[in-house]
């Protein structure tokens, strides 16, 4: 990784964590420049504006949302194996990281606001929707879920639980709540067998 990179992922990782804890919408040249300790100058020639630096942060966070939630699943047996290993990274990553922060919050920050971060934003939703939809399709395929159980319903269903789960743990800082999001977890894969 050259130097340049490096810097990059430097600065875009110190943006994940502004954005996480202040909003998307809270991140500008100037906040990311007091946080790096880079000039706004300097930024400004990597991002160009707030609305690409905006972007460009979700587009990292992403990177690394589908490195620690995606792939893992992939690399599951397929069927009931590769939802459950993908449900436990998602659940490891909202306790633990700032993606799944940025992403809850970004959504509600954004879910009125035309304009290319939320288009972004909303790409990003729904390809990662398609990814589980096709996942519990081909459980499906192989026997691993009822003929009939619908993956679209399965995906929101899940989205669900981690919501929830997310705010019970962040907001309300329930004790039991990675225990909640596990039996509701368990219920809606017997619902689909």
């Given amino acids: 990784m050259s130097k340049g990179e490096e810097t990059r992922r430097q600065v875009l990782e110190a ?3 502004v954005a996480a804890s202040g909003g998307l919408a809270s991140l500008t040249i100037g906040s990311l420049a007091e946080r790096t ?3 706004k100058s300097g930024l ?3 991002f160009k504006s707030k609305e ?3 972007v460009q942060v979700l587009e990292f966070a992403s990177e690394a949302f589908v490195e620690d939630v995606v792939r893992p699943a992939l690399s599951a047996p397929r069927g009931e194996k590769r939802i459950t290993t993908l449900f436990e990274s998602w659940l490891a ?3 633990d990281g700032t993606a799944e922060c940025l992403f809850v919050s970004a959504a509600w920050e954004y879910d009125d606001q035309p304009g ?3 288009d972004r934003l909303v790409r990003m939703h729904l390809d990662f929707n398609d990814a589980v939809a096709q996942m519990f399709r081909t459980g499906i395929a192989e026997g691993f879920f009822a003929a009939g159980a619908d993956p679209e319903q399965f ?3 899940l989205h669900g639980i981690m919501l929830i789960y997310f705010q019970a743990h962040r907001l309300l800082g329930d004790a039991r709540a990675e ?3 596990r039996n509701a977890f368990s219920r809606l894969i017997e619902s689909n067998r």
Avoid: I, K, Y
């Fill in 15 to 17: 943006a994940v964590e």
């Fill in 37 to 39: 300790g880079m000039s």
């Fill in 44 to 46: 400004f020639a990597h």
């Fill in 52 to 54: 690409a630096l905006q």
């Fill in 93 to 95: 990553v909202s306790r």
């Fill in 116 to 118: 290319p971060v939320r």
């Fill in 155 to 157: 995906t929101h269903d």
């Fill in 179 to 181: 225990e909640r999001a």
